[in-house]
């Protein structure tokens, strides 16, 4: 019955926390009982139109009535346990890749985690700074340096730029979820994602070269490289060390986590050595923290921060405490808007494109589905919301998700507790994370980022499909050397002409019959394969020279018809045959330009005395070449255009037989026309009939 389904039906049961009088405030608890069966409607009644609008935008009015303390619990460790990773990633991010102050890393954590809980999908999902947006934000927000201080007029400007690519982003995200847009990221392939994650992951690892050796470096990656060997006299052996141990110390940890992963029914002992490996992050960043102190309180003049010398250890500097409030935005620039404007659209697309990737795939390994077009409403409004907390943009990171979901996480409210950590940190512990060691920051940022270096990826592509290799190439090159939005879009150009190429140039085929059977096979060589009776064509079978099968290769659109009806004329001429029959059960459209290919080709081959049935074709082809007066104008059934390739296959052999047939009576008879007049009757006869 219902309570050994639902046992925690009761609505006492169900709200044991907090959020109970908003729960019973949107919803009718009994009416969700009756609606879903459990006060003994047999069959309970279809969802109010609104109801299920409401539902559908707000996901969380369908998990929310359901809220419960064990989910409460899961919660709450999965929420304390990704704060504790996103507190030192974030500032990481900020600092090391977006080349902003690293609070703003901070700003950029709670708003929209908190904002996703009402409109995000997936239960995992957790939404913050990541590294490929800081690396757009970087280039997009016009950065040419690190913003050391904020009292800069460039760094402040840097600022405005980061945090309008969060609203412009995030409008462009919403709209494309309110007009189910989402369709337009499919026109990037995974290889020219893949080559761009692969430059991304090149230039960010060695865009923290600089930090974990102690120098100053420009970040464009063709300047940075000779920057590194230049300042490398430079080093300063404290920040050195700390990078080779905070390094291993990540590298540890996340063994750790991972050893523990796979291990069922943890013990005590094991809980908290995973819970250790997942924070890891964190502990390094603890220990960088503690070094700092220590030499501080030893000597403060071994800081960088207070002064420069080849044995000092540098810091994160400066981080004003509490959630400050936005700048007044000044009015763009002329130089900026270009550089805004394709900047938004990478934010909008890639952003989409690497949280409903992370969703989709932790939805599939733990059973449930997700609205990828309300991901994007999710996505659209927490970064417009997180725009008004001096946020820059956010998606979803997958090395806290996994985090989030190996914890056992239940609900999005998880991000309630993930914001309300960060929150902590910016109100109570500002003063202790000037104190965090930026080659400790440096460290987690190489760790994590050198696993999107995917270099088997092209390997497989050598081997797969050589083709590919062309987007791949041009995105990585593109990225690397010129920028996000030249390569990700040249090679996306290039994949979508490859696309139109091949669209335009399906490829057709002929079919011959297999021995004793009704298969049909595409025929390989016209001219050698017809005439073997070991390739497939056995005696008593179909003959190739007196009947042909050709299998349209696609939809039929204006680009393909030519080249279709050159494939017919040219196969028709090879074999010699008298009559074709054109499968198109593969041709799922055609536009008004294919329907008069259709028409040509059929009194193509009437002039050549061949025969035409169709077979397999749809009903939606069927029903527009029958409106443009086809079938009517050649004496064709419409109903005989559906019919099976091997039923087709007999009618024309039949009309064959007959034609033959007429022929051989024709010329016996005694008042025989001449063979001009012949010519003439053939020619008419060789329409479809």
């Known amino acids: 019955g219902a309570s050994t389904r639902f046992p925690h039906s009761h609505p006492r049961q169900r709200i044991q926390i907090g959020v109970g009088a908003f729960s019973?405030?949107?919803?009718?608890?009994?009416?969700?009982?009756?609606?879903?069966?459990?006060?003994?409607?047999?069959?309970?009644?279809?969802?109010?139109?609104?109801?299920?609008?409401?539902?559908?935008?707000?996901?969380?009015?369908?998990?929310?009535?359901?809220?419960?303390?064990?989910?409460?619990?899961?919660?709450?460790?999965?929420?304390?346990?990704?704060?504790?990773?996103?507190?030192?990633?974030?500032?990481?991010?900020?600092?090391?890749?977006?080349?902003?102050?690293?609070?703003?890393?901070?700003?950029?954590?709670?708003?929209?985690?908190?904002?996703?809980?009402?409109?995000?999908?997936?239960?995992?999902?957790?939404?913050?700074?990541?590294?490929?947006?800081?690396?757009?934000?970087?280039?997009?927000?016009?950065?040419k340096s690190y913003c050391?201080?904020?009292?800069?007029?460039?760094?402040?400007?840097?600022?405005?730029?980061?945090?309008?690519?969060?609203?412009?982003?995030?409008?462009?995200?919403?709209?494309?979820?309110?007009?189910?847009?989402?369709?337009?990221?499919?026109?990037?392939?995974?290889?020219?994602?893949?080559?761009?994650?692969?430059?991304?992951?090149?230039?960010?690892?060695?865009?923290?070269?600089?930090?974990?050796?102690?120098?100053?470096?420009?970040?464009?990656?063709?300047?940075?490289?000779?920057?590194?060997?230049?300042?490398?006299?430079?080093?300063?052996?404290?920040?050195?060390?700390?990078?080779?141990?905070?390094?291993?110390?990540?590298?540890?940890?996340?063994?750790?986590?991972?050893?523990?992963?796979?291990?069922?029914?943890?013990?005590?002992?094991?809980?908290?050595?995973?819970?250790?490996?997942?924070?890891?992050?964190?502990?390094?960043?603890?220990?960088?923290?503690?070094?700092?102190?220590?030499?501080?309180?030893?000597?403060?003049?071994?800081?960088?921060?207070?002064?420069?010398t080849s044995d000092c250890l540098t810091d994160s500097g400066h981080i004003?405490?509490?959630?400050?409030?936005?700048?007044?935005?000044?009015?763009?620039?002329?130089?900026?808007?270009?550089?805004?404007?394709?900047?938004?659209?990478?934010?909008?697309?890639?952003?989409?494109?690497?949280?409903?990737?992370?969703?989709?795939?932790?939805?599939?390994?733990?059973?449930?589905?997700?609205?990828?077009?309300?991901?994007?409403?999710?996505?659209?409004?927490?970064?417009?919301?997180?725009?008004?907390?001096?946020?820059?943009?956010?998606?979803?990171?997958?090395?806290?998700?996994?985090?989030?979901?190996?914890?056992?996480?239940?609900?999005?409210?998880?991000g309630l507790i993930t914001g309300a950590v960060v929150l902590v940190a910016l109100a109570f512990l500002t003063k202790v994370m000037q104190y965090i060691s930026k080659a400790s920051l440096a460290s987690i940022i190489i760790v994590s980022v050198l696993k999107m270096f995917d270099w088997r990826f092209p390997l497989k592509l050598w081997k797969v499909n050589k083709l590919d290799l062309i987007p791949w190439c041009v995105s990585f090159v593109g990225c690397t050397i010129w920028g996000i939005e030249y390569g990700v879009g040249a090679g996306a150009a290039i994949n979508i002409f490859f696309m139109l190429y091949f669209t335009a140039r399906p490829q057709h085929s002929v079919l011959i019959k297999e021995r004793d059977s009704t298969i049909y096979r595409p025929l390989r060589d016209l001219s050698t394969d017809a005439d073997n009776t070991n390739g497939g064509v056995a005696d008593g079978d179909l003959s190739v020279s007196s009947v042909m099968i050709v299998k349209v290769g696609g939809s039929i659109f204006y680009p393909v018809g030519k080249s279709w009806k050159d494939f017919i004329r040219h196969s028709t001429r090879s074999s010699g045959c008298s009559a074709v029959v054109l499968d198109f059960s593969i041709a799922s459209n055609i536009d008004y330009t294919g329907v008069q290919f259709v028409k040509q080709v059929v009194e193509d081959c009437a002039l050549e005395h061949v025969i035409v049935h169709f077979a397999e074709m749809p009903m939606r082809v069927s029903a527009m070449v029958q409106r443009a007066g086809i079938f009517e104008q050649f004496g064709k059934d419409p109903d005989a255009a559906t019919q099976t390739v091997a039923s087709a296959v007999a009618a024309a052999e039949a009309d064959v037989l007959e034609r033959a047939n007429n022929k051989a009576v024709f010329h016996n008879h005694p008042a025989a026309p001449s063979s001009d007049e012949s010519a003439h009757l053939l020619s008419k006869s060789g329409q479809i009939n």
Request: glycine letters at 8%; charged letters at 10%.
């Open 24 to 143: 019973q405030a949107c919803f009718n608890m009994s009416e969700i009982r009756r609606r879903r069966g459990l006060n003994g409607d047999t069959e309970p009644r279809p969802a109010n139109p609104v109801v299920k609008c409401v539902q559908s935008r707000l996901p969380i009015t369908s998990w929310l009535p359901t809220y419960n303390f064990a989910k409460l619990q899961a919660d709450v460790i999965a929420g304390l346990t990704v704060g504790l990773m996103v507190v030192p990633q974030s500032i990481a991010y900020a600092s090391t890749i977006a080349g902003l102050r690293p609070e703003m890393g901070l700003y950029s954590s709670w708003v929209g985690v908190m904002v996703y809980m009402f409109f995000g999908s997936s239960k995992d999902v957790t939404l913050g700074p990541t590294a490929i947006m800081s690396k757009i934000t970087f280039e997009a927000a016009g950065t």
């Open 148 to 308: 050391l201080t904020a009292d800069t007029p460039e760094c402040a400007n840097v600022t405005e730029n980061a945090i309008r690519l969060a609203l412009f982003g995030g409008v462009l995200n919403l709209l494309m979820g309110l007009f189910n847009m989402g369709f337009i990221i499919d026109f990037i392939s995974l290889p020219v994602i893949t080559g761009f994650t692969t430059s991304a992951a090149l230039t960010i690892a060695w865009g923290q070269v600089h930090s974990l050796i102690g120098v100053i470096a420009r970040r464009p990656f063709l300047h940075a490289v000779p920057d590194i060997f230049n300042h490398l006299h430079l080093a300063k052996w404290p920040d050195v060390v700390m990078s080779i141990v905070c390094i291993l110390l990540t590298i540890g940890l996340q063994k750790l986590k991972q050893k523990y992963d796979k291990s069922k029914g943890k013990s005590v002992v094991g809980s908290i050595l995973w819970f250790i490996g997942a924070a890891g992050n964190f502990f390094v960043v603890l220990l960088g923290i503690f070094v700092v102190m220590t030499v501080h309180h030893i000597d403060a003049g071994s800081i960088c921060s207070k002064t420069v």
């Open 320 to 414: 004003p405490p509490g959630i400050q409030p936005i700048l007044p935005i000044t009015p763009i620039g002329k130089s900026n808007i270009a550089a805004l404007a394709t900047g938004s659209v990478l934010v909008a697309l890639i952003g989409y494109l690497e949280s409903v990737a992370i969703a989709s795939a932790f939805a599939r390994s733990n059973g449930y589905e997700v609205d990828t077009t309300q991901e994007l409403v999710a996505i659209g409004m927490s970064n417009i919301v997180s725009f008004f907390f001096k946020s820059y943009p956010v998606t979803g990171s997958f090395s806290r998700t996994a985090v989030n979901s190996s914890t056992g996480v239940a609900t999005p409210a998880a």
